[in-house]
């Protein structure tokens, strides 16, 4: 699990202390989904599984028919699962950039430049794109081939537009992940080009799109290593908050480092 201090002093507001991705490792990746033997207690507690991230407790969004019906292309959209290198992580948006090539974010601490990325969803293990870069916004853009066939949609996060602006609808974000699937909470402090809310969310949620309806407000980037992480149902609310890249604060990044992704707009 990487680490980094907090160094924004609207950060330490929040108490000041260690900062933990949400980036797990690919061998963590349940992808053959067994029974897991707390099944039963957590079937009461309304999260029987599948539980595809070792360790978390809440249910995983499966595949989708729509990825399923895509078949030998590899769907790729918000909140599908990703592959990179040894990292299990969340896509935040998949699209086009202003070159016309195929692109998905997700967050920058998933990879390094160069990493093979594949589909957490696809059986076949096929290889659906590269690494690109690590932004400074926590931001990690993916070049994607001809393999993968990006979408605005996948399981329960369907982003349509692009606006991180503040609103009476920001009051409250979901994301969705595939450790803890969908969860929703408040926002509690705005950090300036970025803010934290009472989501749920663990390792391999890293990248998750955080969402307010259809619109994309941000890139799920981590906690405070101080607090737990979100694992099972019986925490309740005792969980760290969660930190967020304003989505208009990724976007500006990628147009001002050009190439790859700058000039994004959904497919």
């Not at 099944?39 to 499966?62: K, M, N, Q």
């Not at 969803?121 to 066939?149: E, H, K, M, W, Y």
Request: net charge negative; charged share 15%.
């Amino acid at each position: 699990m990487r680490r980094r201090a907090i160094v924004s002093a609207a950060a330490a507001a929040l108490t000041a202390g260690a900062f933990s991705s949400f980036a797990s490792t690919a061998a963590a990746q349940d992808v053959s989904l067994p029974a897991d033997p707390v099944d039963a207690i957590l079937t009461l507690a309304g999260e029987p599984g599948p539980h595809r991230v070792a360790g978390t407790y809440f249910t995983s969004p499966g595949v989708p028919a729509e990825a399923e019906a895509a078949r030998p292309a590899v769907l790729v959209g918000p909140s599908t699962p990703l592959v990179i290198g040894d990292s299990l992580c969340t896509t935040t948006v998949a699209g086009y950039d202003a070159a016309g090539n195929a692109v998905a974010v997700t967050a920058g601490h998933c990879g390094t430049a160069g990493d093979e990325v594949r589909s957490g969803d696809d059986p076949d293990g096929t290889v659906i794109g590269t690494f690109d870069r690590a932004g400074t916004r926590d931001n990690g853009i993916i070049l994607l081939n001809d393999s993968a066939q990006v979408t605005d949609r996948y399981n329960n996060a369907v982003i349509t537009s692009l606006d991180s602006s503040y609103g009476a609808d920001t009051a409250q974000v979901c994301k969705t992940g595939i450790a803890t699937g969908t969860s929703c909470g408040p926002v509690t402090v705005r950090l300036g080009e970025d803010f934290a809310a009472q989501i749920c969310a663990s390792h391999g949620d890293s990248g998750a799109p955080v969402y307010a309806g259809e619109r994309l407000i941000g890139i799920l980037s981590g906690g405070l290593a101080s607090l737990p992480a979100c694992i099972t149902p019986l925490q309740g609310p005792v969980h760290s908050p969660v930190f967020i890249s304003t989505w208009s604060s990724v976007t500006a990044e990628m147009d001002a480092a050009g190439g790859v992704g700058a000039g994004f707009r959904l497919p």
